[in-house]
C-alpha cells in the first residue's frame, strides 16, 4: 500500500510570504505528528493529532505556525509571514494509535 | 522532561563488523521506543519497534533490545554491509504520546 506522501518535495519562497505544506498520512492511520529537521540538528516536534481530539500544539515555535488536520486524513501545516529561520525540512509521520511511526520523504523549505 | 543520548555520535567502520549503536533515556515510564534509519537527504525509514513490555526485537540483521530501568536500548548490526551507512535515530515515547529523538549516530561502513 502507499506509504506517507508530502508536497510538495521542495518548496522556496522570499521572506515574508506564507507557505502551505500538505502531507498525506497512510489510509487509515489515526495519528498524524509534523517535525521540523534543520542542518545538523535533531527532530523538534511541532504538532500531533490523534484521532478527533484536540491536536497538541505544544511543539509550534510561534504562532505563525498552525496546522490542520481535514476529515482525520489529510493534514496542512502552515507557515506565515515566513523568515529565514523557518528554513528546514518538514517531516511527517503517521502511525495506529501511538504504534510503529511511518515518515513521509519531506518537505525542504527555503526561505531567502 | 524526557531526554534521549545516543552515542556514539559517528561511527566509522569496514565491512563485516558487527556493531552496537546505544540509546540511552531520563525518564523510564515509556510506552515504546522505535529506531530508524536516515538516509542524506530522506526521511525517516522504521527499523525496529519495542514495546515497554518487550525485551528485544529483531529483523534480519538488526536486534534491538530495551532494557527500561537502566534507562537504554541498543541495535545491534551484524555483519556489517556499505548499505548500511546512514544515521541511525532512536526515539523513546512517553505517556504524553509525544516522541523524543535522540541526535543520531551518523554510521559509515567502509568496503
Do not use: M
Not at chain 1, 502531507?23 to 478527533?52: K, V
Not at chain 2, 548490526?77 to 516522541?99: E, F, R
Amino acid at each position: 500500500g502507499a506509504g506517507v506522501s508530502q508536497s510538495p518535495s521542495n518548496k522556496v519562497t522570499e521572506k515574508g510570504k506564507d507557505v502551505e505544506l500538505r502531507c498525506d498520512p497512510i489510509s487509515g492511520h489515526t495519528a498524524l505528528y509534523w517535525y521540523r529537521q534543520s542542518l545538523g540538528q535533531g527532530l523538534e516536534f511541532l504538532i500531533y493529532f490523534q484521532g478527533n481530539s484536540a491536536p497538541d500544539k505544544s511543539g509550534l515555535p510561534s504562532d505563525r505556525f498552525s496546522a490542520e488536520r481535514t476529515g482525520g486524513s489529510v493534514s496542512t501545516l502552515t507557515i506565515q509571514r515566513t523568515q529565514q529561520e523557518d528554513s528546514a525540512v518538514y517531516l511527517c509521520a503517521s502511525s495506529l494509535e501511538t504504534n510503529e511511526q511511518f515518515f513521509g520523504p519531506g518537505t525542504r523549505l527555503t526561505v531567502l | 522532561k524526557q531526554e534521549v543520548t545516543q552515542i556514539p555520535a559517528a561511527l566509522s567502520v569496514p565491512e563485516g563488523e558487527n556493531l552496537v549503536l546505544n540509546c540511552s533515556f531520563t525518564d523510564s515510564a515509556i510506552y515504546n521506543l522505535q529506531w530508524f534509519r536516515q538516509d542524506p537527504g530522506k526521511g525517516l525509514t522504521s527499523l525496529l519497534l519495542i514495546q515497554s513490555s518487550q525485551r528485544e526485537q529483531t529483523s534480519g540483521r538488526l536486534n534491538a533490545s530495551l532494557d527500561k530501568s537502566s534507562g537504554r536500548s541498543t541495535l545491534y548490526i551484524a555483519a556489517s554491509q556499505p548499505g548500511d551507512s546512514a544515521t541511525y535515530l532512536c526515539a523513546v515515547v512517553g505517556g504524553s504520546y509525544i516522541p523524543t529523538f535522540g541526535r543520531g549516530t551518523s554510521l559509515i561502513v567502509h568496503p
